[in-house]
């Protein structure tokens, strides 16, 4: 599951609705919004996160952390190291070898840490 898949299925538990109930709605068939919540399908294109955003009548605060979490649900995702240090090559390769043992916990303390890393992207 992903973050926006985690976020989509508390609102829509919350609202009390169905998938299917949903899924017409917004005009996307249940196959997709299952495929949605359980991070077997990527963002939603920005049309679709539009209609749901919509569907469930949020706005500001709770509007922008749905597209945040659509930005960050890439159920696959592919890092460039090239130009880097061996350690990060070494890193992003272990990471991915080893993704599926990181518990929430160790996977929340790396986030953490990296989220607190100043930001050296060129721009």
């Known amino acids: ?4 898949g985690e976020k989509l299925r508390e609102l829509r538990q919350a609202r ?3 998938q299917k109930e949903m899924a017409k709605a917004i005009g996307v068939s249940a196959a997709y919004l299952s495929a ?13 996160l539009q209609r749901i955003i919509q569907y469930f009548n949020i706005i500001w605060d709770e509007a922008e952390e749905l597209q945040r979490l659509a930005l960050i649900s890439q159920p696959r995702v592919t890092i460039d190291t090239g130009g880097l240090s061996p350690s990060v090559t070494e890193l992003a390769n272990l990471l991915s070898m080893r993704i599926a043992d990181v518990d929430s916990d160790t996977a929340k303390m790396f986030i ?6 100043p930001d050296r992207r060129k721009r």
């Open 1 to 4: 599951m992903t973050p926006f």
């Open 16 to 18: 009390n609705v169905s």
């Open 36 to 48: 949605l919540e359980h991070g077997r399908r990527g963002q939603p294109t920005w049309d679709k």
């Open 112 to 117: 953490a840490k990296l989220k607190s890393l």
